[in-house]
């Protein structure tokens, strides 16, 4: 069993910067590809990032592209998501996920989240 923990939320004014933070348990960590989620009031939740066991491979949605960074400090069981030009629509609960590599599913196990919200 996998314990993620996310932090780094707030509120902050359109085009600040905000950075998450998701501190995980597995004693294998480096070997699970991780991502991070969000889901705004009254919408169905939705990708935002992944980043591959190694750190190399780093992928993003195309609304967050260019403004936002996902890294990984596997010495510490940490994944960052470093948040910048901040809109309005960034508004959400932010999830991290772990991907299970031993699993056929993705992303096994998820955050509690943390809150989001974008001031105009």
């Known amino acids: 069993q996998v314990q993620l923990v996310e932090s780094g939320g707030g509120l902050v004014q359109a085009g600040g910067s905000l950075r998450l933070s998701c501190a995980a348990s597995?004693?294998?960590?480096?070997?699970?590809?991780m991502g991070w989620f969000r889901q705004a009031p009254g919408k169905e939740r939705e990708f935002v990032a992944r980043?591959?066991?190694?750190?190399?491979?780093?992928y993003y949605a195309d609304s967050v592209k260019g403004r936002f960074t996902i890294s990984r400090d596997n010495a510490k069981n940490r994944v960052y998501l470093q948040m910048n030009s901040l809109k309005p629509e960034d508004t959400a609960v932010y999830y991290c996920?772990?991907?299970?590599?031993?699993?056929?599913?993705?992303?096994?196990?998820w955050g509690q989240g943390t809150q989001v919200t974008v001031s105009s």
């Open positions: 996920a772990a991907d299970d590599p031993g699993t056929a599913t993705m992303y096994d196990y």
């Open positions: 597995a004693r294998t960590f480096s070997s699970y590809a």
């Open positions: 980043i591959m066991w190694s750190g190399g491979n780093r």
